[in-house]
Nanobody
Framework: QVQLVESGGGLVQPGGSLRLSCAAS????????MGWYRQAPGKVRELVAA???????AYTDSVKGRFTISRDNAKNTVYLQMDNLKPEDTATYYC???????????????WGQGTQVTVSS
């Protein structure tokens, strides 16, 4: 079992930046992927970005060029730097741990509790 603890999130104006962090603990596979999903009210949960412990990354098209995912393998921590935020980025963001570079829902083994990101003027 892997536990995920998220931090970051909050309220920011359009064009602003936020950084999310997620630390994993427990029985962590030597080969794994971590990433972030988000879910807005009335919408399905979607993958935002994922990264393997080898450094391979995947992003959803709407955040390419604005969001950057990174990780510190020694700390089992993944980060999501979000720049040029837009109102449509407003959602609850969930940290995810599992397998596969794209970290599809079926490959997610653990979820974080979620952190709210609100982009509004």
């Amino acid at each position: 079992q892997v536990q995920l603890v998220e931090s970051g999130g909050g309220l920011v104006q359009p064009g602003g930046s936020l950084r999310l962090s997620c630390a994993a603990s427990g029985s962590i596979f030597s080969i794994n992927a971590m990433g972030w999903y988000r879910q807005a009210p009335g919408k399905v949960r979607e993958l935002v970005a994922a990264i393997t412990n080898g450094g391979s990354t995947a992003y959803t098209d709407s955040v390419k060029g604005r969001f950057t995912i990174s990780r510190d393998n020694a700390k089992n921590t993944v980060y999501l730097q979000m720049d040029n935020l837009k109102p449509e980025d407003t959602a609850t963001y969930y940290c995810a741990y599992g397998t596969g570079v794209r970290l599809s829902v079926k490959d997610v083994l653990s979820w974080g509790q979620g952190t709210q990101v609100t982009v509004s003027s």
